[in-house]
C-alpha cells in the first residue's frame, strides 16, 4: 500500500492556515467588484480566485510556478470566465504594470521570496492598489532547534521584520497582525487525522515531513504565528 500523506494533503481545498481569514481581509479592503482587477500570486489550484471572479464578478489573473495546479485552475475557470491563470514565478509576474487594483498572496510571499513577492505585487497595482497577504512569522527570530521542523532554515522572521519588507517594497502598512493561533490548530488538525490513517496502514515507514511540522509545533508551536498584513501603493 503507498504512502499517501502528501498525495492527500494536496488533494484539501486550502494548502496553508488562516485561508479564510485572509479572504476576509480582501474582501473588506480591496471591495471588489465587477470592474475591479485582483492579481492573485501563487494563486496554486485557483479556489480564491476562482471564490471571488464568482462572487463579485470582477476579473482575477492567478500565477502560479507549479504546472499542474495552472492546468486544473484553468480546467476549473470554464465556469467562471472572469478568471484566467497563468505559468509564471510570482516574484517576476507576466503582468502589466499599473495594471490592478489589488492583489493578493495567501500564505506564500516567504516561497515566492518575501521580497521579490511584495516588488511584484507592487508593480502591477495601480496607485492606491491595495495588497493583502498572509505568511509564516515568529514571535522570536531564534526559537529552540525543538521548535523548528526540518528543512526549515532561518532567517526566522518576526511580524516586525516582515512589516519593514513590506515597506522596504514602497507600501504604505494598514494592517500587519497575527491571526488568532486556532488557524494552525485547524490546519494541523486535519493533517493529524491524515498522518495517523496513513501511519496505521504503514507504521515502518519513515518520517514524513509533515510529522516533523506536527511534532515541531506540539514543542514550540507558541512561537509560531501565521500573520495577515494589508498594504497600500501610494497615490
Same mark, same amino acid.
Given at each position: 500500500?503507498?504512502?499517501?500523506?502528501?498525495?492527500?494533503?494536496?488533494?484539501?481545498?486550502?494548502?496553508?492556515?488562516? /485561508?479564510?481569514?485572509?479572504?476576509?481581509? *480582501?474582501?473588506?479592503?480591496?471591495?471588489? $467588484?465587477?470592474?475591479?482587477?485582483?492579481?492573485?500570486? @501563487? #494563486?496554486?489550484?485557483?479556489?480564491?480566485?476562482?471564490?471571488?471572479?464568482? !462572487?463579485? $464578478?470582477?476579473?482575477?489573473?492567478?500565477?502560479?510556478?507549479?504546472?499542474?495546479?495552472?492546468?486544473? *485552475?484553468?480546467?476549473? =475557470?470554464?465556469? @467562471?470566465?472572469?478568471?484566467? &491563470?497563468? &505559468?509564471? !514565478?510570482?516574484?517576476?509576474?507576466?503582468?502589466?504594470?499599473? =495594471?490592478?487594483?489589488?492583489?493578493?498572496?495567501?500564505?506564500?510571499?516567504?516561497?515566492?521570496?518575501?521580497?521579490?513577492?511584495?516588488?511584484?505585487?507592487?508593480?502591477?497595482?495601480?496607485?492606491?492598489?491595495? =495588497?493583502?497577504? #498572509?505568511?509564516?512569522?515568529?514571535?522570536?527570530? %531564534?526559537?529552540?532547534?525543538?521548535?523548528?521542523?526540518?528543512? /526549515?532554515?532561518?532567517?526566522?522572521?518576526?511580524?516586525?521584520?516582515?512589516?519593514?519588507?513590506?515597506? !522596504?517594497?514602497?507600501?504604505?502598512?494598514?494592517?500587519?497582525?497575527?491571526?488568532?493561533?486556532?488557524?494552525?490548530?485547524?490546519?494541523?488538525?486535519?493533517?493529524?487525522?491524515?498522518?495517523?490513517?496513513?501511519?496505521?496502514?504503514?507504521?515502518?515507514?519513515?518520517?514524513?515531513?509533515?510529522? #516533523?511540522?506536527?511534532?515541531?509545533?506540539? @514543542?514550540?508551536?507558541?512561537?509560531?504565528?501565521? %500573520?495577515?498584513? /494589508?498594504?497600500?501603493?501610494? #497615490?
Amino acid at each position: 500500500m503507498p504512502w499517501r500523506v502528501r498525495e492527500r494533503y494536496f488533494a484539501q481545498e486550502y494548502l496553508t492556515p488562516g /485561508v479564510r481569514e485572509t479572504e476576509d481581509l *480582501a474582501r473588506t479592503h480591496i471591495a471588489p $467588484g465587477a470592474d475591479t482587477r485582483i492579481l492573485e500570486i @501563487a #494563486s496554486g489550484k485557483g479556489t480564491t480566485a476562482l471564490k471571488f471572479a464568482a !462572487e463579485y $464578478g470582477c476579473t482575477v489573473v492567478g500565477v502560479d510556478p507549479y504546472l499542474p495546479f495552472v492546468s486544473e *485552475a484553468v480546467l476549473n =475557470a470554464r465556469a @467562471a470566465p472572469s478568471a484566467a &491563470f497563468v &505559468f509564471g !514565478e510570482g516574484g517576476r509576474a507576466p503582468v502589466c504594470d499599473n =495594471a490592478f487594483d489589488g492583489a493578493m498572496c495567501i500564505g506564500a510571499p516567504s516561497i515566492v521570496g518575501t521580497a521579490p513577492c511584495f516588488r511584484a505585487m507592487f508593480r502591477a497595482l495601480r496607485p492606491g492598489g491595495i =495588497a493583502v497577504a #498572509s505568511d509564516w512569522t515568529w514571535a522570536t527570530d %531564534s526559537p529552540p532547534p525543538e521548535a523548528v521542523p526540518a528543512g /526549515v532554515k532561518p532567517p526566522f522572521t518576526t511580524l516586525d521584520a516582515y512589516t519593514d519588507a513590506i515597506r !522596504e517594497a514602497g507600501f504604505e502598512i494598514i494592517h500587519a497582525e497575527p491571526m488568532p493561533q486556532r488557524v494552525w490548530d485547524d490546519y494541523y488538525a486535519t493533517l493529524r487525522i491524515i498522518v495517523a490513517e496513513e501511519r496505521a496502514q504503514m507504521r515502518t515507514f519513515p518520517e514524513d515531513p509533515i510529522e #516533523s511540522e506536527i511534532k515541531a509545533y506540539d @514543542a514550540g508551536g507558541h512561537l509560531w504565528q501565521y %500573520s495577515a498584513f /494589508v498594504a497600500r501603493k501610494p #497615490s
